[in-house]
């Protein structure tokens, strides 16, 4: 091959231009020995002449030197054409292996189909195989569900005839579990409400539980009426309770209505208005019958009835609305005949029968299921005023407690009586303190007591610390009988007296050569009143100085009272703080016939 046939060779390819790393050309001049100088881009071909050569006796190798290249050159150019000849080998193995791959590619392709075709008719097999079992299973879903339909409706044609006969027959033991079922079974036929049949079993299992109701209620009306000719038995009634459990919640209901009302009749009959014992001073009396009549009944009736019922709760609960309604009503006719001694000794034995209760039926909670037995009373006060519930009956009442304040919120409205009791015993005590007062004005032994036994003058007066402990009294008392409106009537009438000590005691008690128009002022001016005139001369002697000084302070208590924690109406109340020297004897013990001593 000449070199003609190696330049087309070259032409008759694309050119590529390869560039290698510096490291990769680095190692490749070092496998081509010693190329690398003629390979550089610096490469000067004169001064490596003359590095050959450097002198002219160095010349006589100029022939070996170009024999030597000249052989390595024909070597070069034997390597061009082998590696130019393999190039073209190796181009025609790829362009085979490129056919034979093309052509392995399309008998993929037919295999591929093949299968898929193979796959659809097998899918197609398996659906006409499992399209008969599919109606196999629909048909044994249908067939369950009518077998089911059929067990389900016979036990109803079946059970229907069962509970009639045993309705008729009174059989209520036996009837419990069969009209359970029965309800059941007629709620799994609730989506078949539009099949006649099925709507006329629904109607007569309705009209033998409307059957059952009115039988079970008029068994109990025989066996509890008295000259009834009825031969119900206890336990027949006991059994019949259990029916009712599973009757409409009406029926249960009218049952306790009935019940109740009529284990209540003779106490609504005992103490009716007209009757003696119906006032309030026998208010013990009807707490005493409630007491009897419940243990007679919890040893003769309450077997009857299931625990879950709490019959004795109810009847006492509804004693409670009936008494609170009879005794609102009695004391708004009688309102003339009420003094506050018989109001508090009602409200006393009231409040102790309401704590009994509490603790009688403690466990229990009266609001947690409605007892429609109050319907009969729909004028009771069933809820009251926390202040109500804690102070209806004299004493905090337990937390949260629904008996306390249940009978006792009827004696609220009548608390303005204990107020203006306490109003009259206010006014006797202050006209004996505005007298003392006088008393004390006129004479300088008077006076003197009055400052004290040491002679020492700003002493609170001692009626004063006498007018607050009695306030003190008056407010806890009136705090456990109700914080409502009779407190703020109350809080008025401590006003009117407040002013009153003001100016009947206060301003008696001041020197009279100061004038009641200077009283208002003397805390403010008291550097005035105190300081000598511009002749030298005492204003006031030392024992009126005395006595301004203690008007001054006991003004100054009475205006900033002390504050005391009163734990049942959780409020603050004044209470006044002795100041007075320890010397001198108390007068409280004079004016303890004045407070009112209520047992409360």
Known sequence: MDSNDILDDKDSGPEVQINFPSSVMTRIEEMMGGTEQFDSAEFDAVAYINRVFPTEQSLSGVESAAARCEFHLAGVEHDIRRLVRAQAEQRDAGQQALLEAQRCIGELALQVADINKKAERSESMVREITSEIKQLDCAKSNLTAAITALNHLHMLVGGVDTLRAMTTSRQYKEIVL???????????????????????????????????AAQILQDFKDAFTAGSKGGVSHRTL????????????RVKNDLLKWFINMQLQEYEHLFSGEQEYAWVSHVERRYAWLKRHLLTFEDSLAALFPHSWRLSERIAQQFCQMTCSALGALLSSRR??????????????????ELLLHKRFTGTDLGAEPLDVAETKPDTQTELEPGSQAGAGGGPGPAGSAWVGLIGACFEPYLSLYVSSLDANLSELMERFIQDAKASSSSDSSAASVVGAGGAGGAVISSCADLFLFYKKCLVQCARLTTGEPMLELAGVFQKYLRQYASGVLQASLPRAMGAALAPSLVTNLHTLLRDDDTRHARYTPLELARITSVITTASTASRPPCIWNRSSRRRWPQHSQTRSTSRPSRISSTSSSVPAYNY
């Open 178 to 212: 069969p009209m359970q079922a029965i309800m059941e079974v007629l709620q799994h036929f609730e989506c078949y409400r539009e099949i006649r049949e099925l709507s006329v079993l629904r109607d007569q299992v309705t009209a033998i539980r409307a059957q059952l």
């Open 238 to 249: 006991s059994e019949a309770c259990a029916v009712v459990d599973i009757l409409e919640p």
């Open 336 to 353: 003339s005949e009420l003094d506050v001694k018989l109001l508090l000794y009602a409200i006393q034995k009231t409040y102790n029968f």
